[in-house]
């Protein structure tokens, strides 16, 4: 059974930090590139980070030069270091695990950035 269960949200000052953590089971973590996507109320969803199995990253324009997405192959976890976060990083934050036409989805959790 595919689990990806994301934790680590939750309500931080603006200036703040988290760290999110995707933790995957069920299927073959390593060959799967894992992504963060965040939604926004009344927004759509939209990419965050992104971490192929080949090495090759890729960020939101929005986030560049404040999150870091990071992998541990051996841990079947994915994770988002959130560094100087703002009132507009507020979202819920899911993993997504993609190969080929599969993809699997987490059920998110809340990170909140509010003096």
């Known amino acids: 059974q595919v689990q990806l269960a994301e934790s680590g949200g939750g309500l931080v000052q603006p200036g703040g930090s988290l760290r999110l953590s995707c933790a995957a089971s069920?299927?073959?973590?390593?060959?799967?590139?894992m992504s963060w996507y965040r939604q926004a109320p009344g927004k759509q969803r939209e990419l965050v980070a992104r971490f192929s199995t080949g090495g090759n990253i890729n960020y939101a324009d929005s986030v560049k030069g404040r999150f870091t997405i990071s992998r541990d192959n051996a841990r079947n976890t994915v994770y988002l270091q959130m560094n100087s976060l703002k009132p507009e990083d507020t979202a819920v934050y899911y993993c997504?695990?993609?190969?080929?036409?599969?993809?699997?989805w987490g059920q998110g959790t809340q990170v909140t950035v509010s003096s």
């Open positions: 069920g299927f073959s973590f390593s060959f799967y590139a």
């Open positions: 997504k695990a993609t190969y080929s036409i599969r993809e699997y």
